[in-house]
T-cell receptor, first 113, second 114 residues
Framework: AQSVAQPEDQVNVAEGNPLTVKCTYS??????LFWYVQYPNRGLQFLLK??????LVKGSYGFEAEFNKSQTSFHLKKPSALVSDSALYFC???????????FGKGTRLSVIA | GAVVSQHPSRVICKSGTSVKIECRSL??????MFWYRQFPKQSLMLMAT?????????EQGVEKDKFLINHASLTLSTLTVTSAHPEDSSFYIC??????????FGEGSRLTVL
């Protein structure tokens, strides 16, 4: 069975500084990895995904993530944080195209002006 | 991009009544839809997988008679919370999968049971 770990409940970063939100995963086969963002009382917005190919994936709003197979990680990064990036971020994984996504517990990002 | 619409976005009901939440894929056909439940400050918990024209597959611990799921067409799945109680109060989110396997999420429905 697949699982996702987001070790940090909260990440605080100053505006303009780089940010990293950590994610590690466990799957039996090849992973399909995703990052989503959720604003208060809203659904999930897709940021980026890794299916195959280049380990560095670029997504929406300047976010990117690096797939590291040896460390089973898929950390989300952004070179320069904005206050508007403050939200709840979820990492998710599935092991085939047809299985449901399994979500991490979420990491709340707070960007301080 | 593809859009998934959930309705209502907020609903308040009395204990013992039933509430129906709709999930519609607006510009694509979704053979599979997923229903999630999210508790405050927690992650999304998969409740069930809904396949068009067949019975939903429920996750362990989810009462199928409590949470009725119907996926009668390729663009609509409904979740009915029957005989709702305060502990059913939660944020319910649906997602729909298009032909390529891409997943799109609805905006969520906040249910409050008094």
């Amino acid at each position: 069975a697949q699982s996702v770990a987001q070790p940090e409940d909260q990440v605080n970063v100053a505006e303009g500084n780089p940010l990293t939100v950590k994610c590690t995963y466990s799957v039996s086969g090849n992973p399909y990895l995703f990052w989503y963002v959720q604003y208060p009382n809203r659904g999930l917005q897709f940021l980026l995904k890794y299916i195959t190919g280049d380990n560095l994936v670029k997504g929406s709003y300047g976010f990117e993530a690096e797939f590291n197979k040896s460390q089973t990680s898929f950390h989300l990064k952004k070179p320069s944080a904005l206050v508007s990036d403050s939200a709840l971020y979820f990492c998710a994984v599935r092991d085939t195209g047809n299985t449901p996504l399994v979500f991490g517990k979420g990491t709340r990002l707070s960007v301080i002006a | 991009g593809a859009v998934v619409s959930q309705h209502p976005s907020r609903v308040i009901c009395k204990s013992g009544t039933s509430v129906k939440i709709e999930c519609r894929s607006l510009d694509f056909q979704a053979t599979t839809m997923f229903w999630y439940r999210q508790f405050p400050k927690q992650s999304l918990m998969l409740m069930a997988t809904s396949n068009e024209g067949s019975k939903a597959t429920y996750e362990q611990g989810v009462e199928k008679d409590k949470f009725l799921i119907n996926h009668a067409s390729l663009t609509l799945s409904t979740l009915t919370v029957t005989s709702a109680h305060p502990e059913d109060s939660s944020f319910y989110i649906c997602s729909a999968r298009d032909w390529s396997g891409e997943l799109f999420f609805g905006e969520g429905s906040r249910l409050t049971v008094l």
